[in-house]
């Protein structure tokens, strides 16, 4: 079995974070481990409160893993501060980590900012030059490159930007404009798209950390990053169509949809 590290906050409500990772790695068949940077309070209305690790624990998380454990491939979430992100990158260069997926966590869909204004440029300095894939949604792009993503061109034109900054290949993600779902795939030289149909429903939460956390399961088990991508886009696809109505905000996707159905739990 593949193994998967995920290093990123805990969400309290269960749909995102280490928790949304570890979920999404056991249904696509990988063994997952995860280091905390953070404990968040939140629920399907929004983040109320978030209290950082100290830097040590974070460190000692990865290196006690990686001294004992092969690992396959990493997923970096949500990761606030420039005291964090300096030690996560120490920790990953050290260990020589491979398969490396770093998803800017910057802002909950509630609102509340869980990347530190001082800590945006730190995250692109330090990580993303460590990174096989980068996975900005749009708004996390617009953060980055400085630029306002209105259609494709743009979602295009912010892939070439993240790439120039050290991330070997980039993946745009779409899913905030109108009309189909689209995601852009850049690897320094061509583009791809990962297409697929809107699903009308608020019960997103956690689809970011999904499927990130899915392209590195996938990269783990030695997918090449455009099927990864591919494999990942499907899964997430399938997770949202058979999203939970949960709580009385932005319920959470269904990790476990293929299980269910298999169990007879879930019908189409």
């Known amino acids: 079995m593949k193994t998967v590290l995920t290093i990123a906050g805990s969400d309290s409500c269960g749909g995102a974070g280490i928790q949304a990772d570890l979920k999404t790695f056991s249904a696509l068949g990988a063994y997952g481990m995860s280091v905390i940077t953070a404990v968040t309070a939140q629920n399907t209305m929004g983040v109320f409160n978030v209290r950082e690790l100290d830097v040590d624990i974070i460190k000692d998380q990865i290196n006690c893993l990686f001294e004992d454990i092969k690992i396959d491939a990493v997923k970096v979430g949500m990761v606030s501060s420039i005291e964090i992100i300096d030690v996560i990158g120490e920790c990953l260069k ?57 259609n494709l061109a743009q979602m ?93 905000g932005v319920g959470p996707t269904n990790h476990f949809y293929n299980l269910y159905h298999k169990a007879g739990w879930l019908n189409d």
């Open 156 to 248: 295009e034109e912010a892939a070439v930007k993240i790439n120039g900054l050290g991330s070997m290949k980039v993946i745009v993600k779409g899913g905030h404009l109108t009309g189909d779902a689209i995601d852009v795939v850049y690897n320094g030289k061509n583009f791809n798209y990962l297409k697929g149909a809107r699903i009308e429903t608020k019960n997103t939460h956690g689809t970011g950390c999904t499927f990130s956390s899915a392209i590195a399961a996938l990269l783990a088990g030695g997918y090449p990053i455009s099927e990864a991508a591919r494999l990942a886009k499907e899964y997430i696809n399938g997770a949202i169509e058979h999203s939970f109505e949960l709580g009385r």
């Open 94 to 150: 050290k260990n020589r980590a491979a398969n490396i997926v770093v998803d800017p966590v910057m802002v909950s869909k509630s609102g509340y900012y869980l990347l530190r204004e001082e800590a945006k440029d730190e995250l692109v300095k330090v990580l993303f030059p460590l990174a096989e894939v980068v996975t900005p949604n749009l708004f996390e792009a617009e953060l980055i490159t400085g630029d306002k993503i209105e």
